[in-house]
C-alpha cells in the first residue's frame, strides 16, 4: 500500500505577517490531505494563539479522527510541542523526553499506527521530533532517541519513520547518526545526498531543516515541498510531504 507523511512547522499558526491565522495552516494541510502530519509548534492554551488547542482544531477541521499531541514547553498560560494526526488508527502513544540540561524542553512523539495492509494490518512506528539549536544538543538528543529501546530494541526491518524539525543546517545528521541506525533519508534531493530539501525560511528557502528518515520494508516514492504561495506566509517552515509504499 501506498501512504503520505508531511511534516510541518506550524510557528503556532503565527505567519511572517505575525498574524495568528489557524485557517491557514488548515487549508494548506487540507490541499494535501496527507494519511500522516508531523505537526511542530503546536499551541495549547496559550493566548497568543487565543488559548485554542490547536491539534484539535486542525484535527477536526480536516476530520482526522486519530491525533495525539506531546506537550514538551510550559508558559506562563498554556503549554506547545508536537502533535501527530493520522487517517488510520493509532495505538500506542508516548512522549520521550529529549531535553538536554538547561535548555528549552524537547521530546519525541512515539505513535504505533495501524496501516490497513492484509488481514491483520502492519504496524508503522512514526516519531515526531523538533530538535534543539546547538549542533551538540541535536547530537545529545539523537543519541538518546536512537539508543532507547523505542527505536533500540527493534529489528531493522520494523517499519519506521522519524519526522519532524531537525535544525540540522549543516545537513549532518544523516551521516553522523541515521545511518548507523539503519535509516535512509526521505528528504534528500538525491538518495546519497548530504543536502535536503529546502524549506526554511518559508518566503525564500535556503536549508533544509525539515527531514523525514525511514527503515525497515519502506519505499520512498515521491518527496517535495510546498509550492503554494500561502505557505510562504503562514509559517515560517514550508510542509515537506512524502509519499512511501510498505
Not at 494548506?28 to 490531505?33: E, P
Not at 509548534?41 to 491539534?55: F, I, T
Not at 538518495?191 to 525560511?201: A, L, Y
Request: charged share 30%; with cysteine.
Amino acid at each position: 500500500m501506498r501512504f503520505t507523511v508531511l511534516t510541518y512547522n506550524i510557528h503556532r499558526a503565527i505567519g511572517m505577517d505575525r498574524r495568528f491565522r489557524p485557517e491557514r495552516t488548515i487549508e494548506i494541510l487540507g490541499h494535501y490531505n496527507a494519511d500522516i502530519v508531523l505537526l511542530q509548534e503546536v499551541d495549547k492554551g496559550v493566548p497568543r494563539s487565543e488559548h485554542l488547542d490547536l491539534a484539535d482544531v486542525i484535527a477536526k477541521a480536516l476530520r482526522y479522527d486519530y491525533y495525539a499531541l506531546g506537550l514538551n514547553v510550559t508558559l506562563k498560560k498554556g503549554k506547545y510541542g508536537n502533535a501527530t494526526l493520522s487517517r488510520f488508527p493509532i495505538g500506542r502513544q508516548k512522549n520521550l523526553d529529549l531535553s538536554i540540561r538547561w535548555r528549552k524542553k524537547r521530546g519525541a512523539q512515539h505513535t504505533s499506527i495501524l496501516l490497513p495492509r492484509g488481514d491483520r494490518g502492519c504496524k508503522l512506528e512514526v516519531f515526531n521530533i523538533h530538535l534543539g539549536l546547538s549542533a551538540r544538543e541535536r547530537r545529545e538528543q539523537l543519541a538518546r532517541l536512537l539508543e532507547s529501546p523505542d527505536i533500540a530494541g527493534w529489528s531493522f526491518e520494523t517499519p519506521c519513520i522519524v519526522g519532524g524539525d531537525m535544525n540540522d543546517w549543516r545537513g549532518v545528521l544523516w551521516r553522523q547518526r541515521f545511518k548507523k541506525a539503519g535509516f535512509l533519508c526521505a528528504s534528500n534531493r538525491h538518495e546519497w545526498s548530504r543536502w535536503s530539501i529546502k524549506t526554511f525560511p518559508s518566503y525564500a528557502p535556503t536549508a533544509g531543516l525539515d527531514k523525514v528518515f525511514y527503515r525497515g520494508p519502506l519505499k520512498r516514492l515521491h518527496v517535495y515541498r510546498s509550492r503554494l504561495k500561502l505557505a510562504k506566509v503562514a509559517s515560517d517552515h514550508l510542509p515537506l510531504i512524502a509519499e512511501f509504499e510498505i
